[in-house]
């Protein structure tokens, strides 16, 4: 599992053209009909999800401490972070917990954890990276962690105020569900008019409704996983679909993965080649991705997570050169 994972993840770093730069602070995320730019350059959006990032002692030791973790990503390729305001739910998930959460029940800031993401994002942008806040998660609401609505309105006009001074930041509403997006989209958008918006409207192969996805800047799908077939010749099309119809960015938000079959993991085997497929594809497509490692999934003292909880990197990439001979090396602007 933790050679399918790496494979994948080490993968970027062969594909991806390297991040920018180191950058003085105040980086601006914009879109420009389907593509991305930082600074008004093109921007390869290319992600992986570190849900437990706010959370994570390891990566929050200190500020030098982080940068190291993340210029290590960088040289993968990884230059934006998709982390978790909501880390609460119940799943027994790495560093997850009732306190994990940037919200208290009534709506108002848990500030501690506000100003650890914003740590976060102010160390990311000073090395031309960008962040994408999920508010909300869907297993916290299957859980029964819930705001009201008024809690939630007032939770999402707080943090975004909070947030007004980062341009290197994204919001997305939800990760996999679409309840009152367009509310939570209004309330963002009266805040800071310029943010980014985005959101995961439901589990793999969901792709949205005509109002949302019309109604967001970019749109971050879950695509379609191992249960329906090929997911490396079943995706793409889905993001092709999507860039003709609404004409912006799309973002594979959780392409396949490998790994624990729980949480909509894969049922048989995964393969290295299968995903580098997948990616390679929605890249053929002038789309983007984030990609979704399971090892926060399976909890501290399980084979996929090592001791600090931050997803493995590891030096050597020898073991999927054989997949790459025929693969380009990096991706159009």
């Known amino acids: 599992m933790r050679i399918a994972a790496s494979c994948c993840l080490l993968t970027l770093g062969l594909l991806v053209a390297v991040l920018p730069p180191a950058a003085a602070q105040g980086n601006e995320l914009t879109i420009q009909g389907t593509r991305f730019l930082l600074n008004n ?12 990032a706010i959370y994570n002692p390891a990566f929050n030791k200190s500020s030098a401490d982080r940068k190291k973790w993340l210029e290590k990503f960088g040289r993968y390729g990884i230059n934006v972070l998709r982390v978790w305001g909501q880390w609460d739910n119940k799943n027994g998930f790495v560093d997850s917990g ?10 108002s800031l848990r500030m501690e954890h506000v100003n650890r993401l914003k ?9 031309g990276m960008v962040i994408e806040v999920a508010l909300f998660s869907q297993e916290s609401y299957h859980n029964d962690i819930r705001l009201t609505p008024a809690a939630s309105d007032q939770a999402v006009a707080a943090i975004t105020k909070e947030l007004l001074p980062y341009r ?22 009266s805040v800071d008019a310029k ?13 949205g409704d005509r109002v949302q996805n019309e109604t967001l800047d970019f749109l971050t799908p879950h695509t379609s996983r191992q249960s329906v077939g090929n997911h490396w010749e079943i995706a793409p099309h889905e993001i ?10 799309v973002v594979d938000d959780e392409p396949a993965r490998n790994g624990t079959p729980k949480f909509g ?8 080649h299968e995903h580098i497929l997948h990616i390679y594809q929605v890249w053929q497509q002038n789309a983007y991705f984030v990609y979704h490692h399971d090892m926060f999934q399976t909890g501290y003292n399980t084979p996929a997570i090592p001791p600090s909880g931050i997803l493995p990197i590891p030096n050597s990439i020898r073991i999927i050169k054989q997949y790459l001979n025929s693969f380009h090396t990096g991706r159009g602007t």
């Open 265 to 272: 993991g894969p049922k048989d085997a995964a393969y290295p």
């Open 98 to 107: 009732p306190n994990s959460t940037l919200y208290h029940p009534d709506g």
């Open 240 to 249: 092709a679909y999507l860039l003709k119809r609404y004409q912006k960015p």
């Open 41 to 52: 350059e093109p921007f390869p959006f290319t992600g992986i999800s570190f849900f437990n």
């Open 168 to 189: 290197n930041v994204v919001i997305q509403i939800w990760n996999e569900l679409s309840d009152r997006v367009l509310d939570h989209v209004k309330t963002v958008k």
């Open 119 to 127: 740590e976060i994002i102010r160390d990311a942008d000073a090395l």
């Open 195 to 207: 943010r980014l918006v985005t959101n995961s409207p439901g589990v793999a192969g969901i792709l």
